[in-house]
């Protein structure tokens, strides 16, 4: 789903040193619950500019320990349509005003962001569980998404096309769509929050956040700070909510014919259900679904270099996104040295532990069930002679916890090469030609981001081309940044986020002919 550029280094295997510093070890003493900044930290829905509650509330678990780190309002259809009522009483004035206004007050929540930085970073990691200095990287990637549709605002042009008589003039005007329901999910809870609000607050928009039941305190805490900012009453809603309650508020949100426009992260098969809720409105809708990422390694890679872009595209945030690699394949001459230096690197540098601990670079996965299909993935692989090379199994730091795995001997045939795993799990497959590379990379039905390595320039311009992803990584294992167009093809959505095509999604084209002159 999101990711930061790391700063280069001059040695290739520091590529991914801030988030990968360490031995491979059990780090800290226990599951001790979290302490959180109560100046951020807020349990209620966000509604018209004031804090509500509901009829109930739901507990945000620390990954790492199980441990409660707080309770919020289990807001229901009602209050989600509360929340869409509010952002459409706010959206003639917000929409009317200057775009210098709307890139000031934007520019004060990223300054206010920035100023609590390291407090949303932990708020991150209490209830995401990644490693903290991975949720300051969030912090600083979800922060330079408001600076960058706080300058974006003032860049929304129209045109004015030459008429085919002499007494017409014909103007094209760019207009907010309207209120925009926002659905985001648990592993950048900040980031992807921040990537479709900015652009939809920029191009005039007014929205209802629904964050993941995973994740609500981040949602909640950039509410906090927009308030603070001076953000309109009704411009930024957030209404938090249960796993039980999830469905119900999605289709309410999906359906509401006072809602524009749907912006959605998560998996393709949820995507597709509030595809069909939206589609008897007709809403504008882009989404950033599943990935199945390939990384290719040829023959004429730089293999050292190719090692740590793996070791980064692979495992932050212990294989939770959705631009994690998911497949690796390896040309058959290099194919042993690969996996050589690609295991010597897991064991050396990746440190397993609470997210809270120095020197952590791999932290719990989100919940239990996501533990059980990395497992369910390697027992499949490994019944149909896939070999372990290292990890293989649950770490006894807690129940969420699963080493960093290497695998051999991969297959097509198996099940980590068919469907996304979401954990820290690298399945390499041995290939022999570029065609036979790009066939396997290409069959799945999604295709979010693909990398590959090679040092052959021609090469490089065949198998970007023809590679059937939205992105593609070339001798770059992180490649995501603020300004460049985030989306996939096929399956894994529609439309693009961030860059200066981000703010598109939120507007309509108004075509105005003036007769008569």
Same mark, same amino acid.
């Given at each position: 789903?999101?990711?930061?550029?790391?700063?280069?280094?001059?040695?290739?295997?520091?590529?991914?040193?801030?988030?990968?510093?360490?031995?491979?070890?059990?780090?800290?003493?226990?599951?001790?619950?979290?302490?959180?900044?109560?100046?951020? &930290?807020?349990?209620?829905?966000?509604?018209?500019?004031?804090?509500?509650?509901?009829?109930?509330?739901?507990?945000?678990?620390?990954?790492?320990?199980?441990?409660? &780190?707080?309770?919020?309002?289990?807001?229901?259809?009602?209050?989600?349509?509360?929340?869409?009522?509010?952002?459409?009483?706010?959206?003639?004035?917000?929409?009317?005003?200057?775009?210098?206004?709307?890139?000031?007050?934007?520019?004060?929540?990223?300054?206010?962001?920035?100023?609590?930085?390291?407090?949303?970073?932990?708020?991150?990691?209490?209830?995401?569980?990644?490693?903290?200095?991975?949720?300051?990287?969030?912090?600083?990637?979800?922060?330079? $998404?408001?600076?960058? $549709?706080?300058?974006?605002?003032?860049?929304?042009?129209?045109?004015?096309?030459?008429?085919?008589?002499?007494?017409?003039?014909?103007?094209?005007?760019?207009?907010?769509?309207?209120?925009?329901?926002?659905?985001?999910?648990?592993?950048?809870?900040?980031?992807?929050?921040?990537?479709?609000?900015?652009?939809?607050?920029?191009?005039?928009?007014?929205?209802?956040?629904?964050?993941?039941?995973?994740?609500?305190?981040?949602?909640?805490?950039?509410?906090?700070?927009?308030?603070?900012?001076?953000?309109?009453?009704?411009?930024?809603?957030?209404?938090?909510?249960?796993?039980?309650?999830?469905?119900?508020?999605?289709?309410?949100?999906?359906?509401?014919?006072?809602?524009?426009?749907?912006? $959605?992260?998560?998996?393709?098969?949820?995507?597709?259900?509030?595809?069909?809720?939206?589609?008897?409105?007709?809403?504008?809708?882009?989404?950033?679904?599943?990935?199945?990422?390939?990384?290719?390694?040829?023959?004429?890679?730089? &293999?050292?270099?190719?090692?740590?872009?793996?070791?980064?595209?692979?495992?932050?945030?212990?294989?939770?996104?959705?631009?994690?690699?998911?497949?690796?394949?390896?040309?058959?001459?290099?194919?042993?040295?690969?996996?050589?230096?690609?295991?010597?690197?897991?064991?050396?540098?990746?440190?397993?532990?609470?997210?809270?601990?120095?020197?952590?670079?791999?932290?719990?996965?989100?919940?239990?069930?996501?533990?059980?299909?990395?497992?369910?993935?390697?027992?499949?692989?490994?019944?149909?002679?896939?070999?372990?090379?290292?990890?293989?199994?649950?770490?006894? $730091?807690?129940?969420?916890?699963?080493?960093?795995?290497?695998?051999?001997?991969?297959?097509?045939?198996?099940?980590?090469?068919?469907?996304?795993?979401?954990?820290?799990?690298?399945? &390499?497959?041995?290939?022999?030609?570029?065609?036979?590379?790009?066939?396997?990379?290409?069959?799945?039905?999604?295709?979010?981001?693909?990398?590959?390595?090679?040092?052959?320039?021609?090469?490089?311009?065949?198998?970007?081309?023809?590679?059937?992803?939205?992105?593609?990584?070339?001798?770059?294992?992180?490649?995501?940044?603020?300004?460049?167009?985030?989306?996939?093809?096929?399956?894994?959505?529609?439309?693009?986020?961030?860059?200066?095509?981000?703010?598109?999604?939120?507007?309509?084209?108004?075509?105005?002919?003036?007769?008569?002159?």
């Amino acid at each position: 789903m999101a990711s930061w550029r790391l700063p280069r280094t001059p040695l290739l295997l520091r590529a991914a040193q801030r988030l990968l510093p360490a031995p491979l070890r059990r780090s800290g003493s226990g599951p001790a619950p979290p302490r959180l900044p109560g100046s951020l &930290v807020r349990s209620g829905g966000f509604v018209g500019g004031g804090w509500v509650q509901a009829a109930s509330a739901f507990p945000v678990l620390d990954p790492a320990s199980g441990a409660e &780190v707080g309770r919020v309002a289990d807001c229901g259809v009602a209050e989600a349509r509360a929340a869409v009522r509010a952002a459409r009483e706010a959206g003639p004035g917000w929409s009317a005003a200057p775009a210098k206004e709307r890139s000031a007050l934007l520019r004060k929540w990223y300054s206010l962001m920035m100023e609590n930085k390291d407090d949303l970073a932990k708020i991150i990691t209490a209830e995401n569980g990644k490693p903290l200095k991975e949720a300051e990287g969030e912090i600083l990637y979800s922060a330079s $998404f408001l600076e960058w $549709f706080a300058e974006e605002a003032r860049h929304i042009y129209g045109d004015i096309i030459p008429p085919s008589v002499k007494d017409r003039r014909i103007l094209v005007l760019k207009q907010p769509v309207g209120v925009a329901a926002i659905i985001t999910p648990w592993n950048f809870p900040s980031a992807m929050i921040t990537r479709k609000v900015g652009a939809a607050l920029a191009a005039g928009c007014t929205v209802v956040v629904k964050p993941a039941e995973d994740t609500p305190l981040s949602a909640l805490a950039l509410a906090e700070l927009a308030n603070q900012a001076g953000i309109p009453a009704g411009v930024y809603n957030v209404v938090p909510c249960s796993q039980q309650q999830t469905p119900a508020v999605g289709e309410a949100l999906c359906t509401d014919p006072l809602v524009a426009k749907i912006s $959605f992260t998560g998996s393709t098969a949820t995507g597709k259900i509030l595809l069909h809720h939206a589609a008897g409105t007709v809403k504008r809708v882009s989404m950033e679904l599943g990935g199945h990422a390939p990384f290719i390694v040829f023959d004429s890679a730089d &293999v050292d270099r190719a090692v740590a872009g793996a070791l980064a595209s692979k495992y932050r945030n212990s294989g939770q996104t959705c631009v994690c690699t998911n497949r690796f394949l390896v040309q058959k001459r290099i194919h042993d040295a690969f996996v050589e230096k690609f295991a010597k690197a897991i064991e050396r540098e990746l440190r397993v532990g609470n997210g809270f601990d120095e020197g952590t670079t791999q932290g719990p996965l989100i919940n239990e069930k996501a533990v059980g299909k990395v497992e369910r993935h390697i027992s499949d692989a490994v019944s149909q002679g896939a070999s372990i090379v290292t990890g293989g199994k649950r770490h006894s $730091f807690g129940k969420n916890f699963f080493e960093p795995t290497l695998l051999s001997n991969v297959t097509t045939n198996m099940l980590c090469t068919q469907e996304e795993t979401f954990g820290p799990l690298a399945p &390499v497959i041995k290939f022999d030609t570029e065609a036979e590379a790009i066939a396997i990379a290409n069959s799945a039905n999604v295709g979010l981001a693909g990398y590959f390595y090679s040092q052959d320039p021609a090469q490089i311009w065949r198998v970007a081309e023809q590679m059937e992803v939205g992105m593609v990584g070339v001798n770059e294992g992180i490649m995501s940044s603020v300004e460049c167009p985030f989306g996939g093809v096929k399956q894994s959505g529609l439309g693009r986020e961030g860059s200066k095509y981000g703010i598109d999604e939120y507007l309509e084209i108004k075509y105005v002919c003036f007769g008569g002159l």
